[in-house]
């Protein structure tokens, strides 16, 4: 069985290649996913949320920078930071829970900026702010 480390860095490479396929693959049918707008359930209430990422940071000159990345357990979490052609993403983090080889937990929390704008954006356009 996959470790949590495992689990987490396979959704970071199938991210990086814009494999949303294999982002989703990653979650339990009963995943539930927190972010800003509310929490998302199962990988089907997920996939609007990881379309949305997969096409903005499929954009040339996006870039992706980890900050940190800790597992301890079924827990690990990652600080990154981002910019894409529409957005900066300060200080964002993903926590994760993972058992039995699939995630069943996520939180996703950051501070993004829209380019252009002289306020802060959504995360993934209408999922609202952390």
């Not at 949590?4 to 989703?24: M, Y």
């Not at 199962?42 to 949305?52: R, S, V």
Request: aromatic share 10%; hydrophobic share 35%.
């Amino acid at each position: 069985m996959p470790t949590t480390t495992d689990v987490v860095n396979q959704h970071l490479k199938c991210f990086g290649e814009h494999d949303l396929d294999g982002v989703l693959a990653d979650y339990s049918s009963d995943a539930v996913l927190f972010i800003p707008g509310g929490p998302l359930r199962g990988p089907d209430a997920i996939k609007p949320f990881f379309q949305a990422l997969v096409s903005e940071f499929s954009k040339p000159g996006a870039t992706f920078l980890m900050g940190q990345q800790h597992s301890d357990g079924d827990y690990a979490y990652i600080l990154w930071s981002a910019e894409t052609a529409d957005n900066t993403y300060e200080a964002a983090t993903d926590t994760f829970i993972v058992r039995n080889g699939k995630m069943s937990g996520a939180i996703v929390c950051c501070q993004n900026h829209a380019k252009g704008l002289n306020h802060q954006s959504s995360l993934a356009t209408g999922f609202g702010h952390c």
